[in-house]
């Protein structure tokens, strides 16, 4: 079992600025493909950003230009760099690691937006 660790998160003003941190346990953190997923209240989980194993990422149209993910896989580290934050980006973020049919989520950190 993959153990994911969040940190990042917090409240910031609109326009602003945050930078969610995802570590994985386990040697093989280089193979994981690695998800950022949000949930607003009362909305359904939605897929963020991703990125493979070979650091090819992606993103959903709301978020191109502004979100940034990475991978360093020397820190078993993934990262959502979140610049130009909007009140719609307001809801909990959560991680994903995935390695073949084994997935892992990190614990939700809160990102609020809000003047």
């Known amino acids: 079992q993959v153990q994911v660790v969040q940190s990042g998160g917090g409240l910031v003003q609109p326009g602003g600025s945050l930078r969610l941190s995802c570590a994985a346990s386990g040697t093989v953190f280089r193979l994981y493909t690695v998800a950022w997923y949000r949930q607003a209240p009362g909305e359904q989980r939605e897929l963020v950003a991703i990125?493979?194993?070979?650091?090819?990422?992606n993103y959903i149209d709301s978020v191109k230009g502004r979100f940034t993910i990475s991978r360093d896989n020397a820190k078993n580290t993934a990262y959502l760099q979140m610049n130009s934050l909007r009140p719609e980006d307001t809801a909990v973020y959560y991680c994903?690691?995935?390695?073949?049919?084994?997935?892992?989520w990190g614990q939700g950190t809160q990102v609020t937006v809000s003047s």
């Open positions: 990125i493979t194993s070979g650091g090819s990422p």
């Open positions: 994903k690691v995935v390695h073949y049919s084994l997935e892992s």
